[in-house]
């Protein structure tokens, strides 16, 4: 299934099925499944009040203090390689993939394996992340990002300035409807990821969509987008976003 609009479109489906058939891209900025480890009850994110556990599922809600679980898998090497693979072949700049700290050198690797050029780690510092739920460890107050190249000249509007991102959760909070995803990154971050490494009118991929953050804030800031999701109830509400971003746009 495919939807688009004035600057967007969105596959439903595997995006190592649709990558293949995809033209190049400026950029890619993604957000991919975690490691194993990240699937954990000692990692989990908070759940905000009004969240639910699944659209599908029992229908419970959660206390703001307890851990939401992620309800999809963690990634596999091989499907990190497969999807490196993909974003070397697509991007013409920018590959930027979310990660833990524990899957850096695994995307290393697979950014080289892929043709792309290692360019540095980045952090996404959350200043309200979750506590330590178990009690037993320091708490993970960080998210990293991969940060790859083609090989060649490098240029982003960051300037100097050093390769870490403050922003706090927001859980969805200003999108028109709450996300329910556990995962979701807050626009103040994607709007901040765009507008450092991208510039006006070209074409951005987010290879693991989501609800559509990414391409919120590439519309708001006048780039294009091109997103892939698998799960329907993500897809939909991403749509929905994007069709809004547009309407807005032209009101």
């Known amino acids: 299934m495919l939807r688009q609009g004035r600057g967007w479109t969105m596959h ?17 900025i993604t957000d991919p499944p975690y490691e194993a480890e990240a699937h954990t009850k000692a990692r989990r994110a908070l759940c905000d009040s009004t969240q639910k556990r699944g659209a599908v599922n029992t229908g419970k809600v959660r206390r703001i203090d307890q851990p939401l ?10 499907q990190r390689l497969a999807a490196a693979a993909e974003f ?27 043709g792309l050029e290692w360019v540095r780690g980045g952090i996404w510092r959350k200043t309200n ?22 090989k060649g000249k490098k240029r982003w509007n960051g300037g100097g300035k050093h390769g ?8 969805g909070a200003g999108s ?43 519309l708001r800031l006048g780039r294009r987008f ?11 509400i991403a749509v929905e976003r994007l069709t809004a971003e547009e309407m807005a746009a032209s009101a």
């Not at 439903?12 to 890619?28: A, T, W």
């Not at 072949?89 to 690797?109: D, H, K, M, N, T």
């Open 12 to 28: 439903l489906g595997d995006c190592l099925e649709i990558m293949p058939g995809l033209g190049k891209v400026d950029h890619v």
């Open 69 to 78: 679980e992620i309800m999809f898998p963690a990634i596999t090497s091989e």
């Open 88 to 114: 070397g072949r697509l991007s013409s700049r920018w590959v930027i993939a979310f990660c833990q700290i524990e899957g850096i050198s695994a995307w290393r690797q697979a950014y080289t394996l892929g």
């Open 129 to 150: 992340g979750a506590p330590q739920f178990t009690g037993d460890r320091p708490g993970q107050g960080y998210e990293c990002l991969a940060i790859g190249h083609p």
């Open 164 to 171: 870490v991102w403050t922003v706090p959760l927001d859980h």
């Open 176 to 218: 028109g409807r709450r996300l329910r995803r556990p995962t979701t990154k807050p626009i103040a971050l994607m709007t901040a990821l765009v507008t450092d490494f991208t510039n006006e009118g070209e074409l951005v991929l987010d290879a693991f969509a989501g609800t559509g953050t990414t391409g919120v804030a590439c």
């Open 226 to 236: 091109i997103g892939i999701e698998r799960d329907k109830e993500a897809f939909d």
